[in-house]
């Protein structure tokens, strides 16, 4: 405890205090939520955050259900290869999108062959969302699949014997049963992503993400006390998402890694 | 059982189609490390050049990011072991609350964590310039993950019945520590620190803000290397990070698995 108190508590008290410590005082945290430009980099990585939240939880839900229901040869070495990328830092993620969507990438060589011009996007917020949706995947693949177990089969049969449509057992057992599941990784994926650094740093030359944003603060405008109430801020906001996960599940939220 | 279209194939394509996503992009950077010119692709030629620069380049991060993972397990080790026993003896509010408190620095943005250790210690320049620094950031971003694991081997053996049963029969508290909580409590602090090390070798967040020239490690010359060298020397710098990842990933799921049951 007195190690977490002498480099984690007091570092973020100093964090706090630093702060308000620059030309604008306390007005800094003001600063950072109202100016425009600070505004609009915390606009836009809420809106990709969630838009790749969203994107996770289907694609990641999807199959999670799929494997967890199903028992067929391949089954293990498929879950393999979904949960390989788990060990991935957010820098080789990034580069992964490049060799995908890069200039000299895989997307954008067969749009050529196929007569088309080269597309490109990996340094736009197409770019980045694959990053956090490929970072993203596995965890909700894993939790939803976990939930999945657990939920009775018997209760999918019987509404199928008695005649209810897949779509039906989808919005009335299958996503209920899975509420926790689905707000617990939800949360996690979204404060992952808003907290991004590593694939924000390979890909994010042109758009500011929270998270560049205050990289940029602390080297290139050297503005320490913006860059720490951008951080504290953001710290903030990730903590609070995971807390209100976590009380409205009222389970534990696994930790992002 | 007939496989209908929509429950079985359908789902089946789409799991298959996602797996592709996430597995393409590895085979691909593994294909660039060992193409001669990825400009005219593979059938230009393969070569082993790349892989032997970025070792004659980066050998001394891949030393250290091992020392620095190594040490950060013990650490983790010595201050997780202590607090996860007491937390599993004595389960209480204060309990919970120092549980949460650890965890802190996982749901909190690394980029954040070190922001504020350089503006506190960052004056202390036999601190500031060593590893010791990137390792004080890795224990603590590691730290909760050791602790839920021991923790969680712990409390489903009910350590403390076992431990009254040995104190009855005459055992004082450390041949109770050596005999039964350590032997427990072996596949928890297996699957801790085996996730400590595979999260310290990955970690970039606050190693990037932390590091020195001097002190780098591999995702920060993954970083450095994705910046300014080639893509064929990137591809083969990645592939030689997948060797060292993918079996402690897989080493560590296996732990993970034994420790909770066998499951």
């Known amino acids: 405890m007195t190690f977490f108190t002498a480099f984690w508590l007091l570092p973020m008290a100093r964090l706090a205090l630093f702060a308000a410590d620059g030309r604008e005082g306390w007005a800094a945290y003001l600063t950072v939520v109202t100016h425009p430009r600070y505004f609009e980099s915390l606009v836009a990585t809420v809106l990709l955050s969630a838009a790749v939240t969203a994107a996770t939880l289907v694609t990641g839900g999807l199959s999670g259900v799929f494997l967890s229901r199903h028992r067929f040869p391949g089954r293990r070495t498929l879950i393999g290869l979904l949960t390989l990328p788990l060990a991935f830092p957010g820098v080789v993620v990034g580069f992964l999108v490049i060799l995908l969507a890069g200039r000299q990438g895989l997307i954008g060589a067969l749009s050529q062959s196929l007569g088309g011009s080269r597309i490109v996007f990996a340094y736009s917020m197409g770019g980045l969302f694959l990053g956090y949706l490929y970072f993203s995947i596995p965890r909700v693949l894993l939790t939803v699949m976990a939930a999945a177990e657990k939920l009775d089969p018997a209760l999918e049969e019987a509404a199928r014997s008695l005649g209810a449509p897949p779509l039906r057992i989808l919005l009335d057992i299958l996503i209920p049963g899975l509420m926790p599941a689905l707000i617990g990784a939800g949360a996690l994926c979204f404060a992952t992503s808003m907290g991004a650094f590593g694939t924000a740093f390979t890909l994010a030359t042109r758009i500011s993400v929270l998270p560049m944003a205050i990289y940029t603060e602390f080297t290139l405008f050297a503005d320490m006390a913006i860059a720490a109430a951008m951080s504290l801020v953001l710290g903030l906001l990730t903590w609070a998402v995971l807390a209100l996960a976590r009380s409205a599940t009222g389970a534990g939220v696994a930790a992002a890694a | ?263």
């Open chain 2, 1 to 263: 059982m007939t496989r209908s279209v929509f429950r079985f194939w359908l789902p089946l394509g789409f799991t298959l189609l996602v797996s592709a996503f996430l597995i393409l992009p590895v085979l691909l950077s593994v294909l660039a490390g060992v193409t001669l010119n990825w400009q005219r692709g593979p059938a230009g030629g393969l070569t082993f050049r790349w892989v032997a620069e970025v070792w004659g380049l980066y050998a001394d991060t891949v030393l250290r990011t091992l020392l620095l993972a190594g040490a950060t397990a013990i650490a983790d080790l010595l201050l997780g072991l202590p607090l996860a026993y007491v937390l599993a003896r004595h389960p209480s509010r204060k309990a919970r609350l120092m549980e949460e408190l650890i965890m802190l620095p996982v749901a909190v943005p690394g980029l954040a964590t070190a922001l504020a250790l350089i503006i506190l210690y960052g004056g202390w320049q036999s601190l500031r310039g060593g590893s010791v620094f990137i390792l004080i950031g890795h224990v603590l971003f590691t730290l909760p993950f050791m602790v839920r694991s021991v923790l969680a081997v712990l409390a489903a053996l009910d350590i403390r019945t076992l431990e009254e049963g040995a104190a009855s029969l005459g055992a004082g508290p450390w041949r109770r520590l050596l005999t039964v909580v350590l032997p427990n409590a072996r596949p928890g602090i297996l699957a801790g620190a085996l996730m400590v090390v595979t999260l310290s070798v990955g970690e970039f967040n606050m190693t990037w803000m932390l590091h020195t020239p001097l002190t780098k490690t591999l995702p920060v010359g993954l970083a450095d290397a994705y910046a300014s060298m080639r893509l064929e020397i990137a591809s083969a710098y990645t592939v030689v990070f997948l060797l060292m990842i993918v079996p402690l990933l897989v080493l560590m799921q296996k732990a993970a698995a034994a420790a909770s049951g066998g499951r």
